[in-house]
């Protein structure tokens, strides 16, 4: 039974540059969700989807972000000309959805910290 | 809009003491869901509750317990004969109601519990 897994868990560049993260849920799990955690902060909500459809996207994903998940598996979040503030914790999250259940809880994986120098 | 606030920044107690770690939340809607979650010091956040709106039974699991009051907008967390393991950021949250399902959370700045041998 493997949980949520996110790669790189670190990565560090320079300002300017472009990051990639990758996300892999939970196997059965159709939806996933992007969050950003800055220091001393909870996780703020930035995208999420429902299967290969991105339903949300919150006011903070800038033009400069851009997340697909091309095949409802797993998922990508890019970011474009990377800037300092973009340093943060980049957390992402399963869960599953039927209509008409109840609500399922959200599983998170451990991470993947940006270091924008 | 939703909010959820954790007046509580920092706790330290000693090992088997009592603690309660209080959520209010701001909704105006009238189903919704309320979540707890402990992120300790490896980051990786753990699902640890998950309470409808319309279920108020308080819930124990073990040293664990939670008292949901709808006429305060509360969601307390109490831990009973608190260990070192325990030693940990817990975040309450919040979800929009959407037909039989959660969907994006949004936390509280979160708690950062520490317990003392």
């Known amino acids: 039974d493997t949980g949520v897994s996110q790669n790189p868990r670190h990565k560090i560049t320079k300002r300017g540059q472009n990051v990639t993260f990758r996300c892999d849920p939970i196997?059965?799990?159709?939806?996933l969700y992007w969050y950003r955690q800055t220091l001393g902060q909870g996780p703020e909500f930035l995208t999420y989807?429902?299967?290969?459809?991105?339903?949300?996207k919150s006011r903070l994903l800038s033009d400069r972000f851009s997340a697909e998940r091309p095949k409802g598996s797993f998922s990508t979040l890019e970011i474009q000309r990377t800037e300092q503030g973009d340093s943060a914790m980049y957390l992402c999250?399963?869960?599953?959805?039927?209509?008409?259940?109840?609500?399922?809880?959200?599983?998170f994986g451990p991470g993947t910290r940006l270091t924008v120098t | 809009a939703q909010k959820v606030t954790q007046a509580q920044t920092e706790i330290s107690v000693v090992e088997k003491e009592d603690v309660t770690l209080d959520c209010v939340y701001e909704?105006?809607?009238?189903?919704?869901?309320l979540f707890w979650y402990k992120q300790p010091p490896s980051g990786e956040l753990v699902f640890l509750i998950r309470?409808?709106?319309?279920?108020?039974q308080n819930e124990i699991s073990g040293r664990y317990s939670w008292n949901f009051q709808k006429s305060t907008s509360s969601f307390n967390f109490t831990i009973t004969a608190s260990q070192v393991v325990d030693s940990a950021v817990y975040f309450c949250?919040?979800?929009?109601?959407?037909?039989?399902?959660?969907?994006?959370?949004?936390f509280g700045k979160g708690i950062t519990l520490s317990v003392r041998p």
């Open positions: 196997s059965e799990h159709n939806r």
């Open positions: 949250a919040l979800s929009e109601p959407e037909t039989g399902a959660n969907s994006k959370l949004t």
């Open positions: 999250a399963s869960s599953l959805f039927y209509p008409l259940l109840q609500g399922y809880e959200q599983y």
């Open positions: 909704t105006r809607d009238t189903t919704y869901y």
């Open positions: 989807f429902q299967n290969e459809a991105q339903l949300e």
């Open positions: 309470r409808n709106s319309f279920d108020e």
